[in-house]
Nanobody
Framework: QVQLVESGGGLVQAGGSLRLSCAASGRTFSPYAMGWFRQAPGKEREYVAAIVWTSGRTYYADSVKGRFTISRDNAKKTVYLQMNSLKPEDTAVYYC?????????????????WGPGTQVTVSS
């Protein structure tokens, strides 16, 4: 069984930066991809970014391209989301997720494991 735990959320002013981490536990952790999603109050969960675990290839939603960077540390079984130039509309609960097999990395349905989420609040 895989467990994911996010950390690094908080309150930041617009234009600031935060770095989220997602640590995975589990004896055999070898996902196809890891992703970050977010959900703002009253809105549906939204894809943010994804990374293929073995190759390191990355994918981004248009809304965060050029501002957010996803990366991973295979040895630490950790994925990161560096968020720069934050905007108030980035305010949401951010979730990391793991996909066991290849799929559409931008779709939440591709992911079998989810963390509990971490709150990111960007003030104007």
């Amino acid at each position: 069984q895989v467990q994911l735990v996010e950390s690094g959320g908080g309150l930041v002013q617009a234009g600031g930066s935060l770095r989220l981490s997602c640590a995975a536990s589990g004896r055999t952790f070898s996902p196809y991809a890891m992703g970050w999603f977010r959900q703002a109050p009253g809105k549906e969960r939204e894809y943010v970014a994804a990374i293929v675990w073995t190759s390191g290839r990355t994918y981004y939603a248009d809304s965060v391209k050029g501002r957010f960077t996803i990366s991973r540390d295979n040895a630490k079984k950790t994925v990161y989301l560096q968020m720069n130039s934050l905007k108030p509309e980035d305010t949401a609960v951010y979730y990391c997720a793991a996909a066991r097999i290849p799929g559409v990395v931008a779709s939440a349905y591709a992911y079998q494991y989810w963390g509990p989420g971490t709150q990111v609040t960007v003030s104007s």
